[in-house]
């Protein structure tokens, strides 16, 4: 079996037993059917001021009984990675939507897991310049610049989130991503996707810090 698959396996298997544990425990506090969920990553935005990326995510959900989340995510994402190119500039900038669900409950007082699936598609450009150095006829720049890329993944998710009052949970959310279609056959290479990461990267973790209100229907 290969190491990812272990991986998220070994995911399950420890959060599972608590998720199980704690429904009787959030039985009795639901009092709604349905929440409607709006949350900020404010991770992201705690980011902007490195001057290497920004980003902004939002998400959108409703909650079932407690229990059975579903969600959409919107984000947009500004990446210029210095190691991206030796001898040049890269950027990529572009806007990235998740959909999915997690299923779990309450297994300590105010304090909710859940764990679940979500799939992802990033819709981005990328551009840069390559300087080609030569001591005989001086350096050439050569500039470049590609729009219309397209990415998909999955992602494992799982979601621990704090409740501070009956509209307010902080929590934050571990991914797990696994890169589904990209055919990076360019030159040079695209570095860097929008809500994914790094293209040689199949299978990336990623964390992420959320401020979520709950409306209650």
Not at 44 to 53: A, N, R, Y
Request: net charge positive; charged share 20%; proline share 3%.
């Amino acid at each position: 079996m290969k190491r990812p698959l272990k991986y998220i396996f070994s995911i399950f298997l420890t959060v599972l037993p608590l998720i199980v544990s704690g429904q009787s425990l959030d039985s009795a506090s639901v009092t709604s059917k349905f929440n409607f969920d709006i949350a900020l990553d404010y991770g992201k935005i705690l980011t902007i001021p490195s001057g290497f990326e920004k980003k902004m995510e939002i998400a959108l959900g409703v909650t079932i009984k407690g229990k059975l989340q579903l969600i959409g995510e919107l984000g947009y994402g500004n990446l210029t990675p210095k190691e991206a190119i030796k001898n040049g500039s890269y950027e990529s900038d572009g806007i990235y939507y998740r959909a999915g669900l997690a299923y779990g409950g309450e297994f300590i007082s105010k304090n909710y897991l859940s764990l679940g699936i979500m799939y992802g598609m990033s819709d981005f450009e990328d551009r840069g310049t390559v300087i080609i150095q030569s001591e005989v006829w001086g350096d050439n720049q050569e500039h470049f610049q590609r729009s219309g890329l397209t990415a998909t993944w999955f992602e494992i998710i799982l979601i621990s989130e704090q409740k501070i009052n009956n509209r307010i949970l902080l929590g934050s959310k571990f991914r797990f991503r696994k890169l589904r279609s990209f055919e990076n056959d360019y030159e040079p290479e695209v570095y860097s996707i929008p809500g994914y990461g790094q293209t040689f990267i199949k299978s990336i973790p990623a964390f992420n810090l959320f401020i979520k209100y709950r409306l209650k229907l």
